[in-house]
Structure formats: C-alpha cells, structure tokens
C-alpha cells in the first residue's frame, strides 16, 4: 500500500483533457512538501514531468500542468496525444524520506 | 548529454549479496546527490537510498535499512549500492538517479536499470 494514491487508471480520447489525483496526508503533502510526477513511457525509464508540484523542466510540452493543495495534487494533461500513454507517479516526502504514489496507467483511446 | 549506466545485477539465491554500480558522465558527478530506485516486475516506482555529493548525508527506506549500503567514488564517477541477505521480494530493476539535494529535489535523470532476481 503505497503512502500516496494513485487512481490506478484513467482514459481519455485525442484531444481531451484529463487529470490525475495524488492523495497523501498531513504527514507528506499537507505538511507542505513538494510533489513532483514522474512519466514512464513502455519499456522505458521514469521521466521527470513536474517538479516542485508546477513547474516544467526544459522540454516538456505546456500540455503538461501540475496543482497542489491541501494533502492532494494533481497533475493534468490537456490534448491528449496518443504518445501520452505512459504510466504517472506522483513523489514527495514523509518523514523526510522519499515516497511514491502507486502510479496510474493513462490509456488513450 | 546526461548518462547513467547501471550493471550488477543478476540471479541471486535468497539470503545472499550483490553490488551494483552505475556509471555516470555528461554532468558534474559531485555537483549531484545521487539515488536508487527499484521497480519489481509490473509494480509501481520505490525509493530505495539516496547519497549526498560529498557522502555525509545518507539516507535509507526502512524496507532495506541495515542490508543494502550505498556508497560513491567521486573520483571514478561511480555509485554503488551493496545489497546483503537479499530476499525474494528484492526482485526488482534497479534505477540509479540524480537529485541536485539529497533530501528534497526531484530525480532529474534515470538510468535504464539493471535487473536483480533473488531466488532459488
């Protein structure tokens, strides 16, 4: 059971918009750590996507967007593309050790 | 360009031990904390250790805490992760990666891993 959840999975059609949700607790995100996510496209190693739970590093597409608030997070992905479909974990910090959501399968349909 | 490459790892019987290593260039080695991170066959990410540039500062999941010892070689721009009386649920890819502070900062680069099998 990870600290931070994940839905396992979410879906959308090219073009759409979706959003997927981080919950953790006032020991991890409510007690104001960053959230970064994370995306691991097929066969492939993790990607950083946001870092400090709404910036984008170099390169990734303004289709990508990260929001905090409260002990939740949420990263969201605007025009869906096919090449989108990749596995999202959300991390930040408990106890000041690293922790990860359980990641969520994004299908494009 | 920004590599990391792991190598160590292997089919190992429970109870016994393994080093892996990873390779690191393209970036200032010791400007970097350094980590593992593992992912069991078709499961989601786990931190395993971090270490800071210079060493002081090092940092363990308690799922690991007092088998697996993380060290670097600033010198050979190397990381490594000694794991002893490894247990079946080891099994994992082992990914080293980059963090510019050990404690809080995003991982920037991934390696591609290095699998571990423990079993019989």
């Known amino acids: 059971q990870s600290v931070l959840t994940q839905p396992p999975s979410v879906s959308g059609a090219p073009g759409q918009r979706v959003t997927i949700s981080c919950t953790g607790s006032?020991?991890?995100?409510?007690?104001?750590?960053?959230v970064h996510w994370y995306q691991q496209l097929p066969g492939t190693a993790p990607k950083l996507l946001i870092y400090?739970?709404?910036n984008r590093p170099s390169g990734v597409p303004d289709r990508f967007s990260g929001s905090k608030s409260g002990t939740s997070a949420s990263l969201a992905i605007t025009g869906l593309q096919a090449e989108d479909e990749a596995d999202y974990y959300c991390?930040?910090?408990?106890?000041?050790?690293?922790?990860f959501g359980g990641g969520t399968k994004l299908t494009v349909l | 360009e920004v590599q990391l490459v792991e190598s160590g790892g292997g089919l190992v019987q429970p109870g016994r031990s393994l080093r892996l290593s990873c390779a690191a260039s393209?970036?200032?080695?010791?400007?970097?904390?350094m980590h593992w991170v593992r992912q069991a066959p078709g499961k989601g990410l786990e931190w395993v250790s971090g270490?800071?540039?210079?060493?002081?500062?090092?940092v363990y999941a308690d799922s690991v805490k007092g088998r697996f010892t993380i060290s670097r070689d600033n010198a050979k721009n190397s990381l490594y992760l000694q794991m002893n009386s490894l247990r079946p649920e080891d099994t994992a890819l082992y990914y080293c990666?980059?963090?510019?502070?050990?404690?809080?900062?995003?991982?920037?680069?991934w390696g591609q891993g290095t699998l571990v099998t423990v079993s019989s």
């Open positions: 990666a980059t963090s510019i502070v050990v404690v809080i900062a995003p991982f920037d680069y």
């Open positions: 393209g970036f200032t080695f010791d400007d970097y904390a």
């Open positions: 270490i800071s540039w210079n060493s002081g500062t090092i």
């Open positions: 006032s020991s991890n995100i409510g007690a104001g750590y960053d």
């Open positions: 400090g739970s709404t």
């Open positions: 991390q930040s910090y408990d106890s000041s050790l690293r922790v």
